[in-house]
């Protein structure tokens, strides 16, 4: 079992910057990869970005390429998601979710099902 907890998120003006962090605890010899999903009501979550265990792999939703940027400290336990040109449609609920099996240095797919452990959620709404 991996617990994540969320923090970070607020309220920011259009074209802001956020930096949203993921600290993860449990399950001390497992190498999993960590991802990042939104959701906003009546819509499926939508997947951000993803990142390996050793973190030398990511991958980005087409949506906030070259916007967000994730990065991981293991040894702080913690998982970023740094966004800058927010837009008042990136308003939702942001989850950090982690995988059951080990990703040292490959990532697994964009799927919410792709990963087994998630956070509660922090709110992140962009005023215009």
């Known amino acids: 079992q991996v617990q994540l907890?969320?923090?970070?998120?607020g309220?920011?003006?259009d074209r802001g910057s956020l930096r949203l962090?993921?600290?993860?605890?449990g399950r001390?010899?497992?190498?999993?990869a960590v991802a990042w999903f939104r959701q906003t009501p009546g819509k499926e979550r939508e997947f951000l970005a993803t990142i390996s265990w050793s973190g030398?792999?990511?991958?980005?939703?087409?949506?906030v390429k070259g916007r967000f940027t994730i990065a991981r400290d293991n040894a702080k336990k913690t998982v970023s998601l740094q966004m800058s040109n927010l837009r008042p449609e990136d308003t939702a609920v942001y989850y950090c979710a982690a995988t059951r099996g080990d990703y040292y240095s490959t990532i697994p797919g964009s799927e919410s099902n792709a990963y087994a452990y998630w956070g509660q959620g922090t709110q992140v709404t962009v005023s215009s």
Not at 5 to 9: D, F, H, Q, T
Not at 21 to 25: E, F, G, K, N, V
Not at 28 to 32: L, T
């Open 11 to 13: 309220l920011v003006q």
């Open 28 to 32: 001390p010899f497992s190498q999993y």
């Open 56 to 63: 030398s792999r990511t991958s980005y939703g087409d949506s």
């Open 5 to 9: 907890v969320e923090s970070g998120g």
């Open 21 to 25: 962090s993921c600290a993860t605890s």
